[in-house]
């Protein structure tokens, strides 16, 4: 867990704590079984042991609502493994033509790891300090700059290492691994105004947005005490949900074992 302030080195000799890179999508098979009782196919974007990004065909999932409930099916065809879990879809955002992303957080987790060995394991980041997603009603505003230009984005996610961001493809497209970056955003909560240099990690593009993600510098020490908090806050929210699809009676049972 992350419960203690931590030093932060400069951006130039942090670890890397990126999430683990994404294969080849023509070698990884995504189907959403949805409560319609149809099934979707989709690209996978990003896969974390908490949740994915995945990006669907508009038309199949237009009545797909944000705290549905899906089944959701990773599979490797040629190395002959497949996982399954229930989720809830935490984001719907049209995603160009014809498209849409949708982030689902995975409900049972203990269930997930079970099926894992150690040929899928690599696909997910189970590291403790997993990013998390804001409140999909309290969207947070990143005002973004390289130095020579200024936009706005999105935080998509966060931890306290940093944070992924969502803008436009085209600016998106100015931007480039070790690139450094100057962000400014309001935590919820406390209301604080976060500022400072980070590092562009990795970019992915996808259609009409560029998603980046980045590590903090130094200059993000004075606010770790409240980024993990609100870190942690979301963290509980998750595993609140999550023990909300206990099965009834399986407290009781483990008391009177």
């Not at 160009?96 to 997910?124: C, E, K, W």
């Not at 480039?176 to 955003?185: G, R, T, V």
Request: charged share 25%.
């Amino acid at each position: 867990m992350f419960f203690h302030k931590k030093h932060v080195p400069p951006v130039t000799c942090r670890r890397e704590l990126e999430r683990n890179p994404i294969p080849d999508s023509e070698t990884l098979v995504v189907e959403l079984d949805l409560p319609t009782g149809d099934m979707a196919p989709a690209d996978l974007y990003d896969l974390t042991i908490d949740g994915s990004a995945v990006i669907a065909p508009e038309d199949l999932v237009a009545d797909l609502s944000e705290d549905d409930v899906i089944q959701f099916t990773l599979a490797h065809p040629m190395h002959g493994w497949s996982v399954c879990t229930p989720a809830k879809v935490i984001r719907k955002a049209p995603q160009g033509p014809h498209q849409t992303l949708i982030g689902v957080q995975f409900i049972n987790t203990g269930s997930l790891y079970s099926q894992l060995d150690n040929a899928m394991g690599r696909y997910f980041n189970r590291r403790k300090n997993n990013r998390v997603q804001p409140d999909q009603n309290r969207a947070i505003e990143v005002k973004i700059s390289d130095g020579a230009s200024q936009f706005c984005g999105k935080l998509y996610d966060l931890s306290p290492e940093g944070v992924g961001l969502t803008l436009s493809a085209k600016d998106g497209a100015q931007l480039h691994p070790d690139m450094p970056l100057s962000i400014a955003f309001v935590l919820p909560g406390s209301g604080e105004l976060v500022q400072g240099e980070v590092s562009v990690r990795q970019r992915r593009m996808m259609r009409d947005l560029a998603f980046v993600g980045t590590l903090f510098g130094e200059e993000f020490e004075p606010y770790m005490d409240h980024l993990t908090e609100y870190v942690d806050a979301r963290r509980q929210e998750a595993v609140d949900f999550e023990n909300g699809f206990e099965e009834p009676g399986s407290s009781s049972d483990e008391e009177a074992a």
